[in-house]
T-cell receptor
């Protein structure tokens, strides 16, 4: 169990640029989640995959956000035309199949939009 | 929509004092999980409660699930500086979405 890894750890970008983050889940896990967390707040659900299928997406999520998990292994989260309000920590988590399985989080990607 | 509130939002205690955080949901939960996030870290799973009225203990930590499965609590006895962090409750509120509560930030004063 090498844990969930996320890349990059930090990203600074200018407003209007596109950014892409990568998440490598624990290899045996078929569920993968993306969350966003701002200072002093709890993780906010963005989207969820079971294997390669994106099964849930937050209704609050802008169309500028898109996520993929093409082969059911690693996942990418892309933000197009970034805005200053997108600045946050983006957390990826994975779990076993099973609605009640605990989430294992990566260290996150901290995005700063200037 | 679902709301998961935790109180208090912040708690400062002297080392050795007890600490309790409460989690309240607007809907009945199939289960609830608790996570701890150290400053600068990521959430780490602590425990899961499934049954109505369930109580589980981990050393100085006691977790309880309400009879109606709409609330939960975490109690820490004789806090230590290693207990510092933010404690979140979380659960599968709708479909496969997994929502986190607002969190309680614990500061332990040595």
């Amino acid at each position: 169990d090498t844990g969930v890894s996320q890349d990059p750890r930090h990203k600074i970008t200018k407003r209007g640029q596109n950014v892409t983050f990568r998440c490598d889940p624990i290899s045996e896990h078929n569920r993968l989640y993306w969350y966003r967390q701002t200072l002093g707040q709890g993780p906010e659900f963005l989207t969820y995959f079971q294997n390669e299928a994106q099964l849930e997406k937050s209704r609050l999520l802008s169309d500028r956000f898109s996520a993929e998990r093409p082969k059911g292994s690693f996942s990418t989260l892309e933000i197009q035309r970034t805005e200053q309000g997108d600045s946050a920590m983006y957390l990826c988590a994975s779990s076993w199949q099973g609605r009640d399985s605990p989430l294992h989080f990566g260290n996150g990607t901290r995005l700063t939009v200037t | 929509g679902q709301q998961v509130m935790q109180i208090p939002q912040y708690q400062h205690v002297q080392e050795g004092e007890d600490f309790t955080t409460y989690c309240n949901s607007s809907t009945t939960l199939s289960n609830i999980q608790w996570y701890k996030q150290r400053p600068g870290g990521h959430p780490v799973f602590l425990i899961q409660l499934v049954k109505s009225g369930e109580v589980k203990k981990q050393k100085r930590l006691t977790f309880q699930f309400g009879e109606a499965k709409k609330n939960s609590s975490l109690h820490i006895t004789a806090t230590q500086t290693t207990d510092v962090g933010t404690y979140f409750c979380a659960g599968p509120w709708t479909g496969n979405q997994f929502y986190f509560g607002t969190g309680t930030s614990l500061t332990v004063i040595p």
